[in-house]
């Protein structure tokens, strides 16, 4: 158990709908990273955000958005869902800012958009 | 922007033997270096990391090894095991944390 909470673990939608995933950071970690891993595409980078503001970003879509609250926990917004949207999304939490340590995976949630 | 890739996307080895993956970066100023073992179901789990400033750093059964000069990373596994069958995936760091695209490892007995 890395510490990290993700939820739902799996949701299935429609296109066209909005979804949001939920994370909670190990105890203690500043960091919430955003990752989508599809079938043929490996981990791809969205967003990373440290101690509430964003820190870095990466391939995330227009219609994707993501926030991290006071408490730290973080939530990723997705809208306007397209078929190729499907993929597990994982969050990732470190201690610092990248490059200060290792990473904790969540479990990911599995988002089928049918 | 920085590119990892991965020489090989399955790799196939016996129980025992020693198992190497490979890794390539793009970007010189990539200072940080991480290997993740994804088993089916789970999220990456970290294995190992080296900074910039070393080019060998050994841990349980595993050694990674950097190559600044060819931009080229690999991963070690000593006396690879069934348990270690899973997909492997080099992270760089320059700015943010870029996974390359991942090698299945499969084990036979």
């Given at each position: 158990d890395s510490g990290v909470t993700q939820t739902p673990k799996h949701l299935i939608t429609a296109t066209g709908q909005r979804v949001t995933l939920r994370c909670s950071p190990r105890s203690g970690d500043l960091s919430v990273y955003w990752y989508q891993q599809s079938l043929d595409q490996g981990l791809q980078f969205l967003i990373q955000y440290y101690n509430g503001e964003e820190r870095a970003k990466g391939n995330i879509l227009e219609r994707f958005s993501a926030q991290q609250f006071p408490d730290l926990h973080s939530e990723l917004n997705l809208s306007s869902l397209e078929l190729g949207d499907s993929a597990l999304y994982f969050c990732a939490s470190s201690v610092?800012?990248?490059?200060?340590g290792e990473l904790f995976f969540g479990e990911g949630s599995r988002l089928t958009v049918l | 922007g920085e590119s990892v890739g991965l020489h090989l996307p399955t790799l196939s080895v016996q129980e025992g033997d020693n198992s190497i993956i490979n890794c390539a970066y793009s970007?010189?100023?990539?200072d940080y270096f991480i290997w993740y073992k994804q088993e089916s179901g789970k999220g990456p789990q970290f294995i190992i990391d080296i900074r910039s400033n070393m080019d060998k750093r050994q841990g349980q059964r595993v050694t990674v090894l950097l190559n600044k000069t060819v931009k080229h990373l690999s991963l070690q596994i000593a006396a690879t095991q069934p348990g270690d069958s899973a997909v492997y995936f080099c992270a760089v760091q320059g700015g943010k944390l870029i996974f390359g695209q991942g090698t299945e490892l499969s084990v036979k007995p």
């Open positions: 610092g800012p990248v490059g200060s | 970007n010189s100023a990539s």
